[in-house]
């Protein structure tokens, strides 16, 4: 296997009746060569951030490279957590998030100067970051989105989604939640089931393709804690979301 890819955060799709959960996947692709993320993970993990990274025998500034699949906060928001890579951001993305008229109000706009002044590469379709990986552009969900696609020693290829599939409902019924152009997502879904066999979406775990089913490699629960005085539900100290 060329790559080896470990999903430090396995997202998760969802809202509440005023705003998104935010639970963007974070993984981490190495090769003998390159120490790579994909995207940032969601802000929430902060706090035990350095802890993660550590669990897997790095630092934030061993990543050589950061894979973002576009810009909205909760992909991009941990960028200053690595000094020495090389920001990889497709160059729609990159001038739809600094269109302060056009932009919309998810782009994470604190991370724009720290990119700015950092090792950035733009990007465009088919584009290569490192032998074995290269870019595929999957706008809808935003302008700019980009979805990545490892190829491997075997010949398989793997497609790193981002938002342009946020979960494994997503890739079954192509329809989406929070597109602003419908038929652009459409299309991107088509490009990334026709792009490889398996697929990593932007809020969910990976799932493999095969002869037209979307099935997930694993189950992808969360368990909601609570403590110190509340509890939920009538006494409850955990909850268990676990997606179907
Ligand atoms: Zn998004």
Not at 206 to 222: F, Q, S, Y
């Amino acid at each position: 296997m060329k790559f080896k890819v470990d999903v430090l955060f396995s997202g998760f799709s969802g809202k509440l009746e005023v705003g998104y959960l935010g639970w963007g996947t974070w993984a981490l692709i190495r090769d003998e060569a390159h120490t790579i993320m994909l995207d940032t993970g969601y802000v929430g993990l902060r706090q035990n951030y350095d802890q993660i990274l550590a669990q897997h025998g790095i630092k934030g500034e061993d990543v050589t490279h950061v894979l973002l699949t576009h810009l909205h906060f909760d992909h991009a928001c941990n960028v200053d957590q690595y000094p020495n890579a090389t920001f990889v951001v497709s160059k729609k993305e990159w001038e739809y998030a600094n269109d302060v008229e056009k932009r919309d109000k998810f782009v994470e706009v604190a991370a724009l100067p720290y990119l700015e002044k950092s090792n950035l590469m733009l990007v465009e379709d088919g584009d290569e970051i490192v032998p074995g990986i290269t870019a595929l552009m999957t706008p809808g969900h935003t302008p700019g989105c980009c979805s990545y696609v490892l190829e491997q020693d075997d010949g398989s290829k793997w497609v790193l989604a981002g938002d342009a599939a946020k979960n494994r409902g997503e890739l079954r019924t192509e329809e989406v939640q929070m597109s602003m152009d419908p038929a652009a997502t459409s299309a991107s879904l088509k490009r990334i089931k026709a792009a490889g066999n398996r697929v990593l979406p932007g809020h969910d775990g990976w799932v493999t393709l095969k002869d037209g089913e979307v099935i997930p490699e694993g189950g992808n629960d969360k368990v909601l804690t609570f403590g110190q005085g509340v509890t939920i539900n009538g006494g409850l100290n955990r909850l268990t979301l676990t997606m179907d």
